[in-house]
């Protein structure tokens, strides 16, 4: 069963526009943690944010913010005012127990200048 | 350097072969973590270690696929009898503790494997 699911392949946006990234999640645990990672065109994965399922709290950091919304089951990522830097493949990702960390098939997004 | 290394970056064999892919965690990191990514596929994790306690294989793919870690730092991923749909990047990540989901993994650049 697909546990994570990130529904937009590819987003293209212009420069200074704000971009909202999906990411739902399916899972029978009540602890369990979400991340996000971005892979820019270098390819290494680089970690952005890891929440927990007893945090729903928002959480801004810069131009990047997060939603954690568990009646939903989803954890979506915004960027503000886009920069061309910003383009990469992100990935949302969920943990149930140890050993085990599942990937959503990624968004590739484009930020135009 | 003080991220993670892997080695090599590229590897090109043909079908039958084995293959060993290396990961140098960052030093003092306990936890290591093998996924692959494959093109369409997205993500997928393969194994955990933690120090020098056995490994969770479940994750691994087939019974081709095995994994060492020795003296608790180094790791290498072994394909045998390698088949094109083994052809993908595999990416090696470390972290300092191995608490799970608790604290963020490192990822070294991936070694691409093409299985001709």
């Known amino acids: 069963a697909q546990k994570v699911t990130q529904a937009q392949t590819e987003i293209s946006v212009v420069e200074k526009e704000d971009v909202t990234l999906d990411c739902v999640y399916e899972t029978r645990d009540t602890t369990y943690y979400l991340f996000w990672y971005k892979q820019p065109p270098s390819g290494e994965l680089v970690f952005l944010i890891r929440r927990n399922s007893f945090d729903e709290q928002n959480e801004i950091s810069g131009r990047y913010s997060w939603n954690f919304q568990k009646s939903t089951s989803s954890f979506n990522f915004t960027i503000t005012a886009s920069q061309v830097v910003d383009s990469a493949v992100y990935f949302c990702?969920?943990?149930?127990?140890?050993?085990?960390?599942?990937f959503g098939a990624g968004t590739r997004l484009t930020v135009k200048p | 350097g003080a991220g993670v290394s892997q080695s090599p970056s590229n590897k090109v064999t043909e079908k039958g072969k084995d293959v060993e892919l290396r990961c140098d965690p960052i030093?003092?990191?306990?936890?290591l973590y093998w996924y692959r990514q494959s093109l369409g596929q997205g993500l997928e994790f393969l194994i955990y270690?933690?120090?020098?306690?056995?490994?969770?294989k479940s994750g691994l793919p087939s019974d081709r696929f095995s994994a060492e870690r020795t003296g608790g730092s180094v790791s290498t991923l072994t394909i045998q009898r390698t088949q094109q749909e083994d052809s993908a990047v595999y990416l090696c990540?470390?972290?300092?503790?191995?608490?799970?989901?608790?604290?963020?993994?490192?990822f070294g650049p991936g070694t691409r494997l093409l299985v001709l």
């Open positions: 990702a969920l943990s149930e127990v140890i050993n085990d960390m599942r």
């Open positions: 270690f933690q120090g020098n306690s056995a490994p969770d």
């Open positions: 030093s003092g990191h306990t936890a």
């Open positions: 990540a470390s972290s300092s503790l191995g608490v799970w989901g608790e604290e963020t993994q490192y």
